[in-house]
């Protein structure tokens, strides 16, 4: 690149030289050209994209110098030489260019444009065409951009001096009351303590005070008491709940993959419990990003520490760390096969590590230097060699439907030894199961073989195998059992048919093909009973004997309910009535030669005999096939029914009410053959659970790749125009750090560039956030945007004194919590002052504490939490279809609401489709990293509160509860309000609640009593629940 | 500015709760569609001039006087076959079976020897302007002088998820703000008793419910679902056994939060969320009345292919399409079927067959509907897909094709686009733009044009940038524009 760079500096020197050389006279005419020919073409047809107000591809026209440096794909012009200048070859469409987008140049236009560049490319001096136009930036970084606000070092400022009215309660109104003094503008006086129980709850824990929490606090009228709710709320599980939530929110946390089929990442949740407890346990806030980007670094330095065998809770350590690399992993996928896509999840990354630890939108220089701040295409790529030196977990995509890159939450070498030891026991299952399938004897096979074994072999509860075939739902059980025994002795099982539309029916080869020549005679017998008829099951199913599976029969028989027929040539004939769950056997004797059939159908001492029936008048001549299906000759759903015993033989057959004299087959074998079948089965289970499942669980989070790399630029961020390649290093802005040999992939160096207390930005961005959480907006409004576009703090040294007080605390939470919630400033009223609501509209100097809606989370928390429904223990894994059964796709991609009851930081988050009551109330987005919930009044949220079944549920437990608390109307209308909005009723409003309630009654349709009560007491709960006084926090 | 003033003012005005429900019975017992429509378009300006501000579904000014004031946007799923539809091909019937090399199979670079497949559907000019149109649309051809066919589509990719995505929101990885939401962000909507952006479909199309989605536009703007059958809007139905039971219960909530205002005159937000509560309300009605056809003529119903009491079918949703136009509905979008089932015909043409049967005769339907009572003068119809289809195949006994985003067709018609038109051409076998290529940009910045809107001045700031629908891309096509 330098080299290059050199060459046309001495190209262009040598024009200046020559034309320097020339006379005046052809310089003019240069000019003239120039102004005629040159200047209106790029005006017209070039600047407005390679301009000051754009440089697509990083090339700008608009003047000599930057066209000579060029874009992207390097100089644009090489004066003297068109034929090499880039942009002749792009006007004139060759290789691969193709300029202007909009349309090809005229001929005249390009062969004037060449001339130019021919004649050297004279220029007037210093001209710029377009004027100047906004500051876009590019390049090397200016003193001017390293002098930014928030470029520079944290400082420590003394909170100013302030001893006006009202007097200081924390360092933080010093500022606070300092800088609204200069406004003229003062604090509200405080808020009452309901309002400040309420307002301090919700923010804490997201929920809203019980009644008795509200007492507690009023009767407690020491000077701590607040500082004790604090310290309450604080110890509560409920406070990881809510603030691990935003957290959520910055790192875009979804339970899906995000591609083009949105593959289920049931692991995912691991990650969301991590940041719940983390924040719980107040973790330092540099551990819990030091551990979200490099965990699985600093779980293995643990484990390479020890020297003995890791104990209990250092392996607890080690999978926290392990599991905090979700982070990494629950980055977005892109695409139909997204490994293809990679480049874009790992932009991915890069964009949430900039804006939510960084506040900056580092994405943007993926595919030129960012235009704003100061972080260049090259810093993009030395972050990028980064993560592209890091495995994520692959979580499935529609070309490749199974995650891969799963990690053991164990120390490798114990893993490695739990998975030997498996696999030892797996070789032991192996080598037992060798042993149970030896070869058969020849009786064995000869007895296997046979279907004269019956039903009996077959496994209880599943299909029955071969030479069983089935279609349909077929399962061996035990209460198929046939009573008789006039073919086979007792056994214990039979088949069991469903009765439904659908084709249940099993069949059987033969062992010969029979034909009149073979077998002039054939004998059947089949056992059956029908065990239950549906509403409107009048179909009829079918018994078979013939060729093959349907090609053509010899004898066909049919039961419905309540009859039961044959087929006499092409005739159906009834032959008895049949009666629901008694046994029948049917026999049959065929003569193959006279095609024809006589039989019997009954139980002992009811048997209906029937003679000289003719085959069916197709029959091709071969039996070799019987089966029963569900075509018998009436249609629609035939009963659900039982078969056994059937036999095909060209030997006699017993009569029903006989018992087969001599054993067919040898009992000892065939019961050791069974044993020996029901070991095996149990056996090859236990290697099929071995083999499905791991000795240890699984983490969905990163890894080091086994070659760490640098990579090439990739120009206009695509991947497949390579610049210079990029050595892996920290942002120049915020060091230009070398990455150290043997430092792996670098994400413990980053992790450690991101938190070492002088970077300027981590502290800051971080404590920026707690206030925002707690006052409706950051000091510096644009959350995750501490960049030239971003907004500049209202209270810069406020800011700086509290990262601070932030990094002083050993990053604690907790610490920041405790000392803004203690300010006047946090405690103070909501009310409005026109006078100051003219100055500052939006309180950002904080003059009144800003009022907010409730969060999607808060608001379905609390109505659960309101009536009493609300499951506050953590949630675990989402119920996902098992990951053997993932076929998803973009015609079909996965999608699923799962209803729970527990808070709503658990509910399954998708990326394609969002969760319905999420979506519907201004959720985080689950694809880009979500600083602050814009909140929509929308009145499909006004439908949902009036008619969705969960509002509609909540009002009526809420109202069942109530209803029951009580006896008086008065008390339940008091209590109703005290459990909601945590205030008495007022009179007022206790006589409107009993009027409506007495107008809503007599309004009711007529029922029992006691559901009237209910229905206009949840009337009543319900406007308890959705009104803007429980929807909103002051 | 007193706002407690204004919003208590609006707030105690009568009755809301019942106003609206006499006022739609009025309009749904006799009122002629005509003047329905003028009492709607009554209904609108009271609604602009409705306090509460921030209400950001208020009525705005476009850039420049616009042609069209709403758009009703027909999307055929799975991608349509351009060369068996509204792109005439001789040389394809002719060249048959023979073999072609191509540069580009499916997005894929290289060389491929393939064969040329001919389209399975006879050409036949329609109309005065003797536009060819295939035997797939018999009907639509009957109304080709009202559009404007384009033949020179051309977009980004070759995958349905891309595509889909790019047509609706200009962007073919990133799910970004969809066409309605920024129609609906930049001009606001007529009716506050329904939805700016309204989108009927059975099924969701490949990319889901991001093709409608707001993204990162307040979510006010994000289409609305309606399925077609017997339950269309989730949560539309009253769940209380009447009427006046559901008034005395918001009656009593609206009482509540009156008060609670009063307590807090400055919060905008409140007054918007007592107001969302009325129009909800006001939903429960205009919605539903806006869904049922029980007022339409058996003529009408027979224009559009509807047999008397049908809810679901393309016909359906054509026609309620012409309803919530009439409505004042910002941005109607129909699409036809989900991403399974659908023009997506790999493995045999003949399978555009019954996808043509459902649209056809209720597209002419809806034009020749629009076109007669002069709605089709201000309103924009747009037919689009995500692609094209190959005009060859990898075996020469092929009887699909597969996809192509090289080149395909779409068409509009009404407000302010050239009638019986058509503009741009693919090459000799309809494998390439041969002139005038409009790009899926090109395309959006055209809609947003006769809209009134510089795609380039509808912005909005995220992520530390400005965002448009176009992204950095897109031209106006003028020459189709009246």
């Known amino acids: ?1034 | 500015m007193n706002t407690s003033t204004r919003n208590g003012n609006s707030m105690s005005a009568a009755t809301p709760y019942g106003s609206r429900r006499t006022f739609l019975q009025q309009a749904a017992g006799g009122a002629g569609a005509l003047a329905l429509s003028a009492m709607l378009a009554e209904e609108a300006q009271t609604s602009q001039s409705e306090p509460g501000a921030e209400n950001p579904l208020a009525l705005k000014q476009p850039h420049f006087p616009a042609k069209a004031k709403r758009v009703i946007f027909l999307f055929m799923t799975g991608g349509v076959s351009h060369v068996d539809s509204f792109d005439p091909k001789p040389r394809l019937f002719a060249d048959h079976g023979k073999t072609i090399t191509v540069d580009n199979f499916q997005g894929k670079l290289g060389e491929f020897k393939m064969f040329l497949k001919s389209p399975n559907w006879e050409f036949r000019p329609g109309g005065e302007s003797g536009t060819e149109v295939s035997d797939l649309f018999p009907h639509m051809r009957s109304v080709v002088d009202d559009l404007c066919v384009i033949r020179s589509l051309e977009t980004d990719h070759t995958n349905h998820y891309e595509s889909t995505l790019g047509m609706h929101c200009g962007s073919w990885t990133f799910a970004r703000p969809s066409m309605g939401s920024w129609v609906s962000y930049g001009l606001g909507t007529f009716n506050q008793n329904l939805p700016s952006f309204m989108v009927i479909a059975p099924n969701a199309p490949y990319a889901g419910n991001q093709t409608w989605g707001s993204d990162f536009l307040p979510g006010a703007h994000q289409g609305t679902h309606i399925i077609p059958g017997n339950n269309p809007i989730p949560n539309i139905r009253p769940r209380v056994p009447s009427q006046d039971l559901q008034k005395l219960e918001l009656e009593l909530l609206k009482q509540a939060n009156m008060r609670h205002l009063s307590e807090h005159p400055a919060e905008q937000a409140l007054a918007a969320r007592i107001r969302s509560f009325e129009t909800a309300f006001g939903m429960q009605q205009a919605a539903p009345e806006a869904m049922s056809l029980a007022d339409e003529t058996e003529a009408t119903l027979k224009l559009y292919g509807l047999q008397p009491g049908q809810n679901t079918g393309f016909g359906w949703q054509c026609l309620v399409a012409r309803r919530l136009a009439e409505r004042g509905v910002r941005f109607i979008e129909l699409i036809d079927v989900g991403s399974s089932g659908n023009w997506d015909a790999h493995g045999d043409m003949q399978t555009h067959a019954p996808l043509a049967q459902n649209v056809d005769q209720a597209i002419s339907g809806l034009i020749t509907d629009l076109k007669q009572r002069g709605l089709l003068e201000d309103t924009l119809v747009v037919w689009t897909t995500e692609f094209g289809r190959t005009p060859y195949n990898n075996a020469a006994d092929s009887k699909g094709r597969e996809h192509h985003h090289q080149v395909f067709s779409s068409w509009m018609a009404g407000a302010g686009v050239k009638p019986g038109m058509v503009y741009g051409a693919s090459d000799e076998h309809g494998i390439a733009v041969a002139e005038n290529r409009v790009h899926v940009h090109d395309f959006h910045a055209t809609i947003l044009h006769l809209l009134g809107i510089d795609h380039e001045r509808l912005t909005f700031r995220h992520a530390g940038r400005d965002f448009r629908l176009t992204d950095v891309h897109g031209q106006v096509v003028h020459d189709i524009l009246s």
């Not at chain 1, 429904?869 to 079909?892: A, C, I, K, N, Y």
């Open chain 1, 1 to 1034: 690149m330098r080299s290059t760079l050199c060459a046309i500096a001495a190209v262009s020197l040598f024009c200046l030289v020559a034309c320097g050389l020339r006379a005046d006279e052809p310089q003019r005419d240069a000019l003239d050209f120039f102004e005629n020919e040159i200047r209106p073409l790029l005006i017209s047809r070039c600047v407005s994209c390679h301009g000051p107000k754009k440089s697509e591809s990083s090339l700008r026209l608009d003047q000599l110098p930057l066209m000579m440096r060029g874009g992207d794909s390097g100089p644009a012009i090489v004066p003297g030489h068109p034929d090499e200048s880039l942009i002749i070859q792009a006007v004139r469409h060759q290789d691969g260019y193709e300029m202007p987008p909009n349309g090809k140049l005229e001929d005249r236009e390009i062969a004037s444009l060449a001339k130019w560049v021919q004649q050297g490319a004279v220029w007037p001096d210093g001209m710029k065409l377009a004027g100047d136009g906004p500051n876009l930036r590019g390049g090397d970084i200016t003193d001017e951009e390293r002098a930014f606000w928030s470029f520079q070092p944290i400082s420590d400022p003394e909170p100013p001096h302030w001893d006006g009215s009202p007097p200081a309660q924390s360092p933080v109104d010093q500022f606070i009351l300092k800088r609204l003094s200069e406004e003229g503008l003062s604090l509200r006086p405080p808020a009452d303590k309901r309002t400040l129980l309420r307002r301090a709850t919700f923010d804490l824990t997201g929920l809203p005070p019980t009644p008795e929490e509200l007492q507690a606090f009023e009767q407690d009228d020491s000077p701590e008491a607040f500082s004790r709710v604090i310290d309450r709320l604080l110890a509560s599980s409920a406070y990881g709940e809510r603030w691990g939530r935003h957290w959520l929110d910055v790192v875009r946390y979804a339970d899906t993959a995000g591609e083009t089929a949105d593959y289920p990442a049931p692991l995912a949740y691991k990650y969301r419990n991590w940041v719940i407890d983390s924040v719980n346990a107040d973790i330092p806030y540099d551990q819990f990003l030091r551990e979200q980007l490099a965990g699985d670094i600093l779980a293995d330095q643990l484990i390479a520490q020890l020297n003995g065998e890791p104990d209990e809770a250092t392996l607890a350590r080690y999978r926290e760390m392990k599991i905090a690399t979700g982070f990494i992993a629950i980055s977005r996928r892109f695409g139909f096969d997204s490994e293809n896509y990679h480049n874009l999840t790992i932009q991915d990354t890069i964009d949430t590590v900039g804006q939510s630890m960084l506040g900056l939108t580092l994405g943007c220089a993926r595919c030129h230097d960012h235009k704003f701040d100061p972080v260049n295409a090259a810093d993009y790529y030395a972050w990028y060699g980064i993560f592209d030196s890091t495995k994520y977990s692959f979580p499935g995509s529609e070309e490749k439907k199974r995650p891969y890159d799963l990690f053991p939450d164990l120390p490798a070498e114990m893993a490695a030894s739990l998975k030997a030891k498996q696999d030892q026991q797996l070789a032991e299952l192996d080598q037992r199961i060798k042993e149970l399938e030896q070869p058969l004897s020849e009786a064995e096979s000869a007895l296997l073989a046979s279907s004269e074994r019956g039903f009996e072999l077959e496994q209880l509860g599943q299909t029955p195998g071969k030479p069983w075939e089935t279609w349909g739902t077929v399962t061996v059980t035990e209460s198929a059992q046939s009573p008789f025994v006039n073919a086979y002795l007792p056994g214990s099982q039979g088949l069991t048919f469903p009765g439904n539309d659908a084709n249940n029916a099993f069949g059987l080869r033969l062992e010969t093909a029979h034909t009149a020549e073979t077998s002039p005679q054939l004998h059947y017998n089949i056992d059956f009973r029908n065990v239950a008829v549906s509403k409107g099951a009048t179909g009829s199913y079918r018994f078979y004997v013939g060729h093959g599976p349907g090609n053509s029969s010899a004898v066909e028989m049919g039961a419905t309910a309540t009859e039961f027929i044959i087929r006499n040539g092409s005739d159906y004939e009834v032959v008895r009535p049949l009666t629901v769950g008694q046994w029948y056997n049917v026999q049959l004797t065929l003569d193959l030669k006279t095609r024809t059939y006589s039989g019997t159908i009954g139980f002992p001492g009811d048997v209906t005999t029937f003679s000289g029936k003719d085959f069916s008048s197709g029959w091709d001549g071969t039996i070799d096939y019987t089966f029963v299906d569900k075509y018998g000759h009436l249609p629609g759903v035939a009963p659900a029914r039982e078969l056994d015993n059937v036999a095909v033989s060209t030997t006699p057959l017993l009569p029903v009410d006989q018992t087969v004299a001599t054993l067919q087959f040898d009992a000892e074998m065939l019961a050791n053959l069974i044993a020996r079948r029901e070991q095996l089965a149990s056996l090859k289970a236990q290697q099929l659970t071995l083999q499905q499942s791991l000795p240890y669980e699984q983490i969905f989070g990163a890894a080091e790749a086994e070659t760490p790399h640098d990579v090439p630029i990739q120009l206009r961020g695509e991947l497949t125009k390579p610049g210079d390649v990029i050595p892996r290093r920290n942002l120049e802005i915020l060091g230009h750090d070398p990455l150290p040999e043997g430092a792996g992939s670098g994400r413990l160096k980053l992790a450690e560039w991101i938190t070492r207390p002088e970077n300027p930005l981590t502290a800051r961005v971080m404590a920026n956030r707690i206030w925002q959480k707690h006052f409706g907006r950051g000091l510096v409004g644009t959350e995750n945007d501490f960049g030239a576009r971003g907004e500049h703090p209202s209270h810069p040294e406020l800011l700086d004194w509290l990262a601070s007080r932030f990094m002083e605390s050993g990053w604690s939470l907790k610490t920041m919590h405790r000392l803004i919630m203690n300010s006047a400033a946090y405690q103070q009223g909501s009310e409005t002052d026109p006078h100051a609501a003219e100055l500052d509209p939006d309180a950002r100097l904080l003059w009144r504490f800003n009022p907010r809606r409730l969060s999607a989370e808060e608001i379905r928390d609390s109505m659960l939490a309101v009536c009493g429904e609300l499951d506050r223990s953590q949630s675990g894994p989402h119920p996902f279809p098992p990951v053997e059964t993932w076929g998803f796709s973009q015609h079909g991609p996965f999608y699923a609401v799962y209803p729970t009851k527990h808070r709503s930081v658990y509910l399954m988050q998708q990326r394609l489709k969002k969760h319905p009551f999420l979506g519907l109330f201004d959720g985080a987005d689950t694809n880009t990293s979500t600083a602050r919930r814009d909140l929509t009044t929308v009145p499909t949220q006004a439908l949902y509160l009036m008619n969705n079944d969960f509002v509609q549920d909540c009002s009526q437990a809420f109202a069942d509860q109530v209803v029951k608390s009580a006896s008086s109307e008065q008390e339940r209308i008091q209590q109703a309000f005290q459990i909601s909005l945590c205030r008495e009723a007022t009179p007022e409003e206790q006589s409107e609640a009993a009027t409506f309630l007495t107008r809503y009654r007599a309004l009711l349709p007529a029922e029992s009593p006691a559901q009237q009560e209910l229905a206009a007491w949840s009337a009543l709960a319900r406007t308890l629940l959705t009104r803007n006084e429980f929807l909103y926090v002051d």
